[in-house]
T-cell receptor
Framework: DAGVIQSPRHEVTEMGQEVTLRCKPI?????LFWYRQTMMRGLELLIY????????DSGMPEDRFSAKMPNASFSTLKIQPSEPRDSAVYFC???????????FGQGTRLTVV | DQQVKQNSPSLSVQEGRISILNCDYT??????FLWYKKYPAEGPTFLIS?????DKNEDGRFTVFLNKSAKHLSLHIVPSQPGDSAVYFC????????????FGKGTRLHILP
């Protein structure tokens, strides 16, 4: 298996623009997580899905952030409008079952200027 | 409010000696704990885990100790090798309740030659 695939690897955008990050989880995995890594907060859980259904979005910082999982093999994290403080590395991860470790993608480094 | 705390942002250890990374947690519902290792420009990778029914789990050079009464766990690496230089994240989950995996801020480990 290719592992968790995220795209793009790097994104530079201007403040106010819409940004969409993409994730393909490992086939057969039932849960998908979106994390954000910053120096101040470390790895923050933004939202997670189980069987394509959003279960907990309490970590989503503002209404500017939204996430979808239209099917078992694809998820998006959208920021609209983007702001400089959204600059961070965003990771997607998936797990097969509750009680198994999460596998991470390589991340998307977002820079909002 | 950080539920998983890694109070040491960085740690330097001589090659061949023991590295001890510490982690504290506040949520008594956590029943499963994981350590992840992260190299620059890569996603975190799973290293070792421990269930709350155990107080020790060993895998080669890596041992995790859990002290439930103190809500504390530690990762021991012995002997430390140059390739161990990375950021280590402690994570916890209440798998008796949900699929969320909560991470600490990470500790950067430098192995000195």
């Amino acid at each position: 298996d290719a592992g968790v695939i995220q795209s793009p690897r790097h994104e530079v955008t201007e403040m106010g623009q819409e940004v969409t990050l993409r994730c393909k989880p490992i086939s057969g995995h039932n849960s998908l997580f979106w994390y954000r890594q910053t120096m101040m907060r470390g790895l923050e859980l933004l939202i997670y899905f189980n069987n394509n259904v959003p279960i907990d979005d309490s970590g989503m910082p503002e209404d500017r952030f939204s996430a979808k999982m239209p099917n078992a093999s694809f998820s998006t994290l959208k920021i609209q409008p983007s702001e400089p403080r959204d600059s961070a590395v965003y990771f997607c991860a998936s797990t097969k079952d509750r009680g198994s470790e999460a596998f991470f993608g390589q991340g998307t480094r977002l820079t909002v200027v | 409010d950080q539920q998983v705390k890694q109070n040491s942002p960085s740690l330097s250890v001589q090659e061949g000696r023991i590295s001890i990374l510490n982690c504290d947690y506040t949520n008594s519902m956590f029943d499963y704990f994981l350590w992840y290792k992260k190299y620059p420009a890569e996603g975190p990778t799973f290293l070792i885990s421990i269930s709350s029914i155990k107080d020790k789990n060993e895998d080669g050079r890596f041992t995790v100790f859990l002290n439930k009464s103190a809500k504390h766990l530690s990762l021991h690496i012995v002997p430390s090798q140059p390739g161990d230089s990375a950021v280590y994240f402690c994570a916890a989950s209440a798998w008796n309740r949900d699929d969320k995996i909560i991470f600490g801020k990470g500790t950067r480990l430098h192995i000195l030659p």
